[in-house]
């Protein structure tokens, strides 16, 4: 049975830090293109992060560029993102997802609140 289960979301203030973690079960996340997500309230989903492929070159969306970063810890089976200088409109439910030709794998999200 496949789970990816995220954590390290929550309340913070505007400019503040936190970083969150998508941790695998049943799943060898190195094997996969891991990826960030969010949605706002009444918004479509939307990348934040990812790896083009399994431990290769990162990519960030333009929102978040020079404020976020994706890493992936294969001993850990776990993949991060590290957000800085949030911002009242980095406020989202936020998902990981574990992507392959044929579809991706997600997670059920953590709810980061930046006021």
């Known amino acids: 049975h496949v789970q990816l289960v995220e954590s390290g979301g929550g309340s913070v203030q505007t400019g503040g830090s936190l970083r969150l973690s998508c941790s695998g079960s049943?799943?060898?996340?190195?094997?996969?293109?891991m990826g960030w997500f969010r949605q706002a309230p009444g918004k479509e989903r939307e990348g934040v992060a990812r790896?083009?492929?399994?431990?290769?070159?990162?990519y960030v969306a333009d929102p978040a560029k020079g404020r976020f970063t994706i890493s992936q810890d294969n001993a850990e089976n776990t993949v991060y993102l590290q957000m800085n200088s949030l911002k009242a409109e980095d406020t989202a439910l936020y998902y990981c997802?574990?992507?392959?030709?044929?579809?991706?794998?997600w997670g059920q999200g953590t709810q980061v609140t930046v006021s």
């Open positions: 790896f083009y492929e399994p431990g290769g070159v990162s």
């Open positions: 997802a574990a992507t392959m030709s044929w579809g991706s794998y």
């Open positions: 049943g799943i060898t996340l190195s094997t996969y293109s």
